[in-house]
């Protein structure tokens, strides 16, 4: 038995996979940082790939697309962590430079093509997406790391992040920003309520920033899987009292662009609506973008590319990253 050869791309969908009827050949659907998804087909005698489907991407030049590295450091109480690095080409740091928090918690961070991403490496910004404790694919016992009250520990795992992006001189630690969406969201509020120095602006995304309302508005199934997550606000309303955002909203310094879809059931426009009305009182710039028809995470192309511009022009505002730095025709391509 021999091995099969890497892969072409960074990932392989396992559930795109199929054999031919006299098992030669294998079926792949392959996809990664650089590459949109694509059937690919294994020749097992020859173990040679080739492609079958290719992807349209006008307008995107793919050769200026960039592939991460995956970075392995600790966080304070030794506990092994790892995330994505993106750095923008020619780029050696320190940069300024966005932490993008997954969503879940329970779901792994990995190097699929993120539109997101690239456009803000196109205008100079590199781009660092950790697998805190919680994420998934590490084993049991690191997905239940941030459980409850060890919640805390995660949070956190942002700040050691950072201090290891800073100490490595990847991060240029007067242009740092954070974002995030739903579970990530969530992590972008709190980050910037218990470190309301570290980061120079932030993006939330569709996220969670009172669990006591969360529970109240969000649908039946996902209140039930959150109480594991987060406690239940049946007996640990204290708990998550303790955990929410919105509690400690009045420590956040910090720029914040909000962006939500007016029909969010898992995460309610509420949540959205009371950082931007906490934010407002206190004078905290803060920009709420709500889109229509949208529900947790966008579906339309024109939103995606409403979001990504939003969010690139947000960061490179307040990261102070200068409008020529950036190759206007590559931007626009995600325009």
Not at 183 to 208: C, I, K, R, T
């Amino acid at each position: 038995m021999r091995a099969a050869p890497i892969l072409p791309t960074e990932i392989a969908d396992a559930d795109e996979m199929d054999f031919s009827p006299d098992g030669r050949y294998l079926a792949l659907t392959l996809y990664g940082s650089v590459s949109a998804p694509n059937v690919w087909i294994l020749d097992t005698q020859t173990h040679r790939y080739h492609q079958l489907t290719f992807s349209n991407h006008p307008g995107v030049r793919l050769d200026w697309l960039v592939r991460p590295k995956l970075v392995r450091y600790k966080a304070e109480d030794g506990l092994p962590l790892s995330g994505w690095l993106y750095l923008p080409h020619g780029e050696t740091g320190p940069c300024p430079l966005v932490l993008s928090i997954h969503g879940g918690p329970e779901t792994q961070e990995v190097p699929t093509f993120h539109s997101d991403y690239q456009a803000l490496l196109a205008n100079r910004i590199a781009v660092f997406a950790p697998n805190i404790r919680g994420s998934a694919g590490f084993g049991k016992t690191f997905v239940n790391l941030d459980n409850g009250p060890l919640r805390v520990n995660a949070i956190r795992d942002v700040r050691d992040t950072v201090d290891y992006l800073v100490a490595t001189k990847i991060a240029d630690p007067k242009r740092l920003g954070i974002m995030g969406g739903s579970y990530g969201g969530y992590v972008v509020m709190e980050s910037l309520a218990e470190y309301p120095q570290l980061f120079a602006a932030g993006a939330d995304l569709y996220g969670v920033v009172n669990f006591e309302t969360f529970f109240q508005h969000t649908e039946s199934w996902m209140a039930a899987g959150s109480k594991a997550e987060y406690g239940d606000p049946a007996t640990q309303l204290d708990l998550l009292r303790q955990l929410s955002p919105i509690y400690k909203i009045d420590q956040v310094e910090s720029p914040v662009l909000v962006l939500h879809g007016d029909h969010d059931t898992n995460v309610p426009i509420e949540e959205a609506e009371q950082v931007v009305a906490a934010l407002t009182v206190r004078h905290i710039p803060v920009n709420f973008i709500v889109f229509p028809g949208e529900g947790h995470g966008w579906q339309k192309i024109s939103t995606r590319v409403e979001s990504n511009v939003a969010i690139t022009e947000w960061f490179r505002k307040y990261l102070q990253v200068p409008v020529e730095s950036a190759p206007t025709p590559f931007l626009n391509s995600f325009r």
